[in-house]
């Protein structure tokens, strides 16, 4: 009765997060980035063609400006387009349906992972809760994102593990899914092997003890022989160049700072003093430290969020909840005060997720870091559980009183949040989701039959699968004679032109003297101060939702 009860209540609170979760998803972020609109025409392609728009069959490993993106996404975007098309609402509608999922499989996840605590049903539920109206989830729900997508896979993955440890089956599952994990995005690539150290660390002896030796040889088979293609494209195709354009160790301490170092020492940088006290080791643990703990400030966690990309955040908010200073702080102490069996594993993930953020070049990454979602649902439902028990002393009357008003501020907080998401952050971030690329893109598709040319900036970077995708270009014919000029160190590369449309910064001072061409500029590329009535004329200004403007589009005559 009490699993069925379980059962039913984490279903309803997963629906409640799906519902939420849909709400505007195709309007809210106000626009696609270059990576939803990537998504989005590779699942097309793939859809129409069983091919990605280079021509690949059916690739494991999908080729972005020059990025090598893992596969998953793309295949589940193009199963939600059979249903609803080439929309925005398409691209994002995997990124929902498994946010949503991930509340219920976190649900189960804290019972499996705490089954020797007697209320391990009421933490699960409390998590699931916390989870679906964790401004960090539901913010990754609302976009083409892979997270959620490998937080499913991730939970699945423990949950099986978890069981086998109990003498059930789910080991050879459990090593699917981990190994899943790996074709949905680059975290997996540090956070699985670390979780897996960890599992065995700490449940190794109850696992070696249960799980047959012939059994164990078998998982790791299976997991080899599913990572294959992986490490085989990672290892010998060199499709990491990106991933070694964002780490923190491509950008070493600045000549110029390690000869003022050397100087003020009054020693030459090869000296054994300089070594000791000014080494790359220490730079670089410095800076990773720093990035790792900028992760659990006050600032990121409550405040501010993402302050380094606010494509990643929220104005004014951070990505926990704010009476997750209260939560959180109450299940801490509350763990470690009780010692609850499975709290071992909780702390360990706590210390793993931000290390791909930390690895990175950015200051903070609340995407890489979105590992941490989980142990901090966990802790703050351990927090909640806490204050109820507390409640549940006081006369009937006070717990009505307090109960009240702690659901009360905690609808308010999430209004608040809401506000934030739905009024304030089209406004504030279009320019950081590229927001005008496709109003550029349906004038030049509608009128660029009366031109010989067309020159589409690309200050914002990558405007051609902009252009694929909102003019709905053929996969199959793009595919002939699609070429992308690669980056020389590894970064996003460029297209530069298709059919008579070319993709490049504009020049105004030149680019005005050349007749019968239709130019679309960004912001300061064509200066109406500059522009000749005898020459050229304006024909659209597009302005981003703080009222800068995006794009101007011109004709020379």
């Not at 679906?132 to 913010?139: G, Q, R, T, V």
């Not at 065995?200 to 249960?210: A, C």
């Not at 700072?257 to 080494?279: C, D, M, Q, V, W």
């Amino acid at each position: 009765m009490k699993d069925k009860r379980f059962f039913f209540l984490t279903l309803g609170i997963s629906l409640l997060a799906l519902v939420l979760r849909l709400y505007r998803l195709g309007e809210i972020p106000i626009s696609l980035h270059w990576d939803e609109a990537s998504w989005a025409y590779n699942a097309w392609s793939i859809l129409k063609t069983g091919r990605d728009e280079y021509g690949q069959f059916l690739p494991l490993i999908f080729k972005a400006f020059g990025d090598y993106k893992a596969p998953v996404y793309v295949y589940l975007t193009s199963l939600s387009m059979i249903f609803f098309g080439l929309t925005e609402f398409a691209v994002r509608f995997p990124a929902a349906l498994f946010g949503a999922l991930d509340v219920f499989l976190l649900a189960y996840f804290a019972r499996s992972l705490f089954y020797r605590f007697k209320s391990s049903r009421t933490i699960g539920f409390l998590a699931a809760f916390s989870l679906a109206l964790s401004p960090w989830h539901y913010d990754y729900s609302h976009g083409a994102w892979e997270a959620n997508v490998l937080f499913a896979f991730y939970l699945l993955g423990l949950i099986l593990f978890l069981r086998t440890i109990r003498g059930r089956k789910g080991l050879m599952l459990s090593a699917v899914f981990f190994s899943l994990c790996f074709y949905v995005y680059a975290s997996a690539k540090l956070v699985i092997p670390l979780t897996a150290i960890g599992l065995i660390l700490i449940y190794g002896r109850e696992f070696f003890e249960k799980v047959p030796v012939k059994k164990i040889i078998l998982a790791l088979i299976l997991v080899a022989v599913i990572c294959l293609p992986v490490g085989y494209q990672l290892f010998f195709r060199k499709t990491g160049g990106r991933l070694r354009v964002m780490s923190v160790f491509s950008y070493p301490r600045l000549a110029e700072k390690t000869n003022e170092i050397a100087r003020i020492e009054g020693n030459l940088p090869t000296s054994g003093r300089y070594r000791l006290f000014h080494s790359d080791f220490h730079y670089f643990f410095r800076n990773i430290f720093w990035r790792y703990l900028n992760h659990f400030s006050p600032r990121f966690l409550f405040f501010e969020g993402d302050w380094d990309d606010l494509r990643h955040g929220i104005p004014d908010f951070g990505v926990l909840n704010y009476l997750d200073l209260v939560f959180l702080p109450a299940g801490a102490w509350f763990l470690l005060r009780k010692k609850i069996k499975g709290q071992r594993f909780l702390w360990l993930l706590l210390l793993v997720a931000p290390l791909p953020a930390a690895l990175s070049r950015d200051a903070v990454q609340s995407l890489r870091a979105y590992f941490m979602v989980l142990p901090l649902s966990l802790i703050s439902a351990f927090g909640a559980y806490f204050l109820l028990m507390k409640l549940k002393r006081r006369p009937f009357s006070g717990q009505c009183l307090l109960g009240g008003s702690l659901a009360l501020t905690y609808f308010f907080v999430f209004a608040l949040f809401w506000d934030r998401y739905f009024v304030h952050a089209p406004k504030v971030n279009s320019s950081y989701w590229q927001y005008g690329y496709r109003e550029a893109v349906e004038f030049v598709k509608n009128r660029q039959a009366d031109y010989e040319k067309i020159v589409f900036t690309s200050k914002y970077g990558q405007p051609y699968i902009f252009y694929l995708l909102y003019s709905c270009y053929p996969p199959e014919d793009y595919q002939k004679q699609a070429q992308l000029i690669e980056h020389p160190q590894g970064d996003v590369g460029q297209v530069l032109k298709i059919d008579k449309i070319e993709f490049r910064e504009l020049y105004w001072p030149k680019d005005r003297f050349k007749p019968g061409v239709l130019y679309v500029g960004a912001t300061y590329e064509i200066p109406e101060g500059d522009i000749d009535p005898k020459e050229a004329r304006v024909l659209k200004d597009i302005y981003f939702l703080n009222g800068d403007l995006a794009f101007r589009i011109a004709e020379t005559y």
